[in-house]
C-alpha cells in the first residue's frame, strides 16, 4: 500500500498525496477554514460510503444485477469527551433491486472493508521523527 502524506498548506489547509492523487482538506468557516476541501471527519465518511458502495457493486456483478443508478448517501453525527463520530447513517438507492438480494447488498455493505475497520479496530501506531 502506498504511504499517504499530508502537508500544511497554511491558515487552516492541508494537502494530501495518495499515489498519484491529491486532495484539499480543509475546515468550514465556522471554524476559522476557508472550505477549499473536505474536513478530516467527512473524509472518513466518505471513505466509509465509497467502500460499501464497492462492495455492493461487487455484489451486483457477481449476481448479475445492474447497478445502473446506484447512489449511497451518508452523513454523521459528533460527540465530545473524547471528541470523534458517534453515529454514522448510510443509505442506499438501488433501482430494481428485488426482495430476494435486499439482505445480500446489505451484508456486502456491512463487508466492506472501512466497516470491518470500525468494527475491529486497529492498533494505530503514532511517532514524532
Known sequence: MA????????????KSQIRKHRIDIDLTPDLKGTDTGPMPPELVVLGLASCMGYYILFYCRRNNISA??????????????????????????????????????????????????FIHKPEINIALY
Open 3 to 14: 504511504i499517504i502524506s499530508v502537508e500544511f498548506a497554511g491558515d487552516s489547509r492541508f
Open 68 to 117: 445502473e443508478g446506484l447512489k449511497i448517501e451518508a452523513e454523521f453525527e459528533k460527540a465530545k469527551n473524547p471528541d470523534r463520530i458517534s453515529k454514522i447513517n448510510v443509505r442506499f438507492h438501488l433501482p430494481g433491486i428485488t426482495e430476494q438480494h435486499k439482505s445480500g447488498v446489505i451484508k456486502a455493505a456491512e463487508g466492506c472493508l472501512v466497516h470491518q475497520t
